[in-house]
């Protein structure tokens, strides 16, 4: 086994591991030029790690009675491998959301010296069950499910859960050498008693004993590039196979995910890489995780659209989780490679930031802040309460949302990152000539979009647009290929997909898109009724259909208007067998 600092611990509050031996392991410096990356390199990925470690650990409206705060832990959730595997093998994919009972993580990382060092942090919580006891006249307790003091006070029974760290440093030459390092990433149990204010009771607050394991292999795929592998499994066995999700998850890792870094080396966008490895990075198996570099993008580079809040729209609200790799200046860094790594069981771009308006995580990245926080404010007194009593972080957020200054909330409302220059050969495509006058042509004289008469003239299942000298309009066949660059990750895994256009759709900012489905989905009917859409710019499609001549299409090309047609006939109910 090559020769290793191993830190196995709880974390602290600000989700740090607490370390059992020191960072001397590690030369100092910083970057990808040599220098090393210790805690203080993975401490900026501290925001949007730990916006990871507790996403959907309690959602809006906060309160335990909430059905949504009935069924949790829902992403990286590795169970007992009994349990996991009682209906058969897992079938490995990149859903961190689908029960496992191991990660992997696969990733190519730059040599830059000889003596370079790995150092990988594995993250998770560790349930911990809150009981409420009553106390009995005969001075003994017994278990509530709830308990309210004479002064107003309420404590409620609920499974808590508390960070866990363990950091794994190891010379990446002993990895080359054909050895493997395995380490111990578990938590131990226990129990803590804390007795309530009056002699009312007490909260018992139980832990399971998390018996993991984490193991580093490497492989060199050239003189100074090689394929880093981290698995982390559970070794724990389920006391029963059969048991309930709840039971098996209190000897489970949840939200797992690790952090990447090291001396003397530096990662490979798996999203972005650069030619010389594009084949290497394709060939790379990750498993209910998906890796993307961490840290601040640096500046420089062409400028990428996209916001987190969606494709289509240009909604630039202050979400947790916001980033296409965009800095203050309006420029993209190279994201090529980068010092550190994060592989999460969230679907995340390189270098993800959380947005420098939210003044605190609400644990629902995806949500917009504003809309949270206002929802938040309009919980009753008695909703309020409640939510204190479920959990000390949904009692955090509740202060926090009642106590917010004007001027902070007034930043939720929404903030522009960048602007992409307004030039039409960016965007990919012209308007068919033939058609009528571009209704998005700012230079002609009509309304502005938020006035009367702003959208006359548009038709979504009939405009066109001209992509690759094609006319492409509803009904048209397609073929995916998102941009390499300020693609969003999940259009990533249609490239190549075909698609059938249902209409063109234009933003207001002049920018157009195309909403399409795909024609191997078989749910491509129920998604056209709903209006659910792929959408994809005209520079991102390369059309199947010949060349014609510009004019109105034929009538069997027209597309009905979506949602006019009937929605899929139910299935008959089968006959009523004879007794």
Known sequence: MPEAVTENGAADADGAATAAAGDSALPAGSGPDGGAVGPAGFEQLGAIADAVLYEGYLLYPYRRSSPKNRVRWQFGV???????????????????????????????????????????????????????????????????????????????????????????????????DGREHTSSVGAPGGEVTEPLPSGAGRVVRRREEIRASTTLTAERLADDLVRLRVRTENAARSTDPGAPREEALRRSLIATHTLVGGAGVE????????????????????????????????????????????????????????TDGTVPDGTVADGSTGPLLLSAPIILPDHPQIAPESPGDLHDAGEIDEILTLRTLLLTDEEKAEARAT????????????????????????????????????????????????????????????????????????????????????????????????????????????????????????????????????????????????????????????????????????????????????????EAREA
């Open 78 to 176: 590795l169970l007992p491998r009994d349990w996991a595997e009682r209906d058969g093998p897992v079938t490995a994919g990149l859903s961190g959301s689908a029960d496992s009972w191991y990660q992997r993580t696969e990733c190519l990382v730059r040599v830059r010296r000889p003596d370079a060092v790995v150092r990988v942090r594995v993250r998770y919580l560790q349930t911990q069950h809150k009981q409420v006891e009553a106390a009995g006249p005969d001075g003994g307790h017994r278990p509530v499910g709830s308990l309210r003091a004479d002064d107003g006070t309420t404590w409620l029974t609920f499974d808590e859960a508390v960070p866990c760290a363990s950091d794994l440093v190891v010379a990446l030459a002993d990895l080359l």
């Open 267 to 322: 990662f490979v966008s798996l999203i972005n890489p650069p030619s010389w490895a594009a084949r290497q990075a394709a060939e790379c198996r990750n498993a209910f995780t998906f890796p993307v570099l961490g840290g601040a993008p640096a500046p420089g580079g062409t400028a990428a659209a996209g916001t987190a809040a969606g494709r289509v729209t240009d909604r630039m609200a202050s979400g947790r989780t916001v």
């Open 391 to 574: 959990d000390p972080r949904a009692a955090e957020i509740i202060d926090r949302v009642d106590s917010m200054p004007p001027e902070v909330f007034a930043r939720l409302h929404g903030a522009i990152r960048s602007l992409t220059p307004a030039d039409p050969a960016d965007q990919g495509a012209a308007v068919d000539p033939a058609g009528p006058a571009d209704p998005w042509d700012f230079d002609a004289e009509r309304p502005a979009w938020w006035q009367e008469g702003g959208d006359d003239g548009l038709s979504p299942t009939t405009d066109t647009v001209l992509v690759d000298g094609v006319r492409v309009g509803g009904g048209n066949r397609v073929v995916l290929r998102p941009r390499g660059r300020g693609a969003d990750a999940q259009d990533m895994f249609l490239a190549g997909r075909t698609a059938r256009v249902a209409a063109v759709f234009h933003d207001v900012d002049g920018s157009t898109h195309l909403a399409v489905t795909l024609e191997d989905d078989p749910a491509a009917e129920l998604h056209t009724w709903y209006g659910r859409f792929h959408y994809f710019r005209p520079d991102e499609l390369e059309p199947l259909d010949t060349p014609e001549a510009p004019g109105t299409p034929e009538a069997s090309d027209t597309p009905e208007p979506l949602g006019a047609h009937e929605p899929p006939e139910a299935p008959e109910a089968p």
